[in-house]
């Protein structure tokens, strides 16, 4: 690489010293005519014949006869000599400068104007190029970080206090320990129902069923939830982050199930909807299960799948929201198969359903 950069430089070096050679040539051309182009008109006015294709009654001036005059009388730069023609005196041409001294006391006084002229067109050509890389730059950055379809801001919100809520030790069902709500790849359920249940607003309080903050079960229902999860202060449903708690508890009892204890002291176990093995087949591609004493049953294969964990997420939705339609559920598997794509033509229509959308 350094062999090519020194090879390059070489060649743009002869470059300009071709074009420096050539500036000379055309100056010392240029001169060489006016000098001859001067004594033609010079020695035509002092012969009174005309030049070519100049008029005779206005002869045009040489530059000789332009200079500032000695104390003599006579032109800078001419000899006169007391000449008897005819009884007019007439002026000899005196030793005119070496074309060579002339051109070098030329550059010296103004410089070689073919190198400025060479240095301002790389300058200009520098100059564009720059403002050319700049707009380019500029509309990358702006087609990239351009603002497209997105998630209502509120999300965002949800999103944080989701974090928080998932701390609680206690989120997962008991006995089984599933956690599907607050999974890593599953969270989005909670902020799913709650935008489409509360609109993200942790102060909703349905007037119909008495349902208050984000999750969409009676105040009642949470509290009893609640009690299970160990909460630092009372329950309070307007308090997000113990509202998405009492959710996640809610729906991983849902999914897993739960064993409670009834009036008489005894276990009560409560299947979930991993209890069922056709569910099981439709979630994970397997019908089998696992059951153990005093435990509900759950799939024998984990639900990794997307489309499993979205129709898993629909059929929570049914058994949560009492009365939901299947258009409903199937809204909510749409808006969780594409949590990290809000451009969807399909979630951008359910997204203007909403209570508020524009």
Not at 174 to 189: D, R
């Amino acid at each position: 690489m350094t062999h090519d950069f020194e090879s390059f430089n070489e060649k743009d070096d002869e470059w300009l010293s071709e074009l420096e050679t050539r500036a000379i040539d055309l100056e010392k051309e240029l001169f060489d005519w006016r000098e001859s182009r001067s004594r033609e008109i010079t020695e035509s006015v002092y012969r009174g014949e005309p030049v070519a294709g100049q008029a005779t009654s206005a002869p045009w001036p040489s530059e000789d006869s332009m200079r500032p005059e000695h104390a003599d009388g006579s032109p800078s730069g001419v000899r006169t000599a007391a000449r008897t023609n005819g009884g007019h005196a007439r002026a000899s041409i005196g030793a005119l400068p070496h074309p060579a001294e002339e051109r070098t006391r030329a550059l010296i006084d103004h410089g070689r104007r073919s190198v400025d002229r060479t240095s301002a067109s790389r300058s200009r050509k520098i100059t564009i190029v720059t403002a050319a890389a700049v707009a380019i730059v500029t509309v990358l950055v702006l087609v990239v970080f351009r603002n497209g379809p997105s998630w209502p801001p509120s999300v965002a919100t949800v999103q944080s206090e989701i974090t928080a809520a998932c701390q609680n030790p206690n989120i997962a069902s008991e006995p089984g320990q599933v956690n599907f709500a607050c999974g890593k790849t599953t969270s989005q359920i909670l902020w799913i129902f709650a935008l489409l249940t509360s609109t993200d607003n942790s102060n909703y309080t349905d007037s119909k069923t008495g349902r208050e903050g984000l999750e969409p079960i009676t105040a009642t229902q949470g509290g009893e939830v609640a009690w299970s999860l160990d909460l630092h202060h009372p329950y309070n449903p307007y308090n997000p982050v113990d509202s998405i708690a009492v959710a996640a508890r809610a729906i991983n009892n849902i999914v897993g199930g739960a064993t409670l204890t009834n009036a008489k002291g005894n276990p009560a176990v409560q299947p979930g909807l991993e209890s069922n093995p056709a569910n099981c087949q439709q979630y994970t591609g397997s019908s089998a299960v696992i059951s153990r004493a005093g435990f509900p049953d759950v799939c024998a294969q984990p639900v990794t799948s997307t489309s499993g964990q979205a129709a898993l997420a629909a059929d929570v939705y049914q058994e949560w929201v009492v009365g939901a339609t299947t258009a409903a559920a199937k809204n909510v598997s749409v808006l969780f198969e594409n949590a990290n794509n809000p451009g969807n033509p399909q979630v951008q229509a359910i997204l203007q359903t909403l209570p508020g959308a524009r």
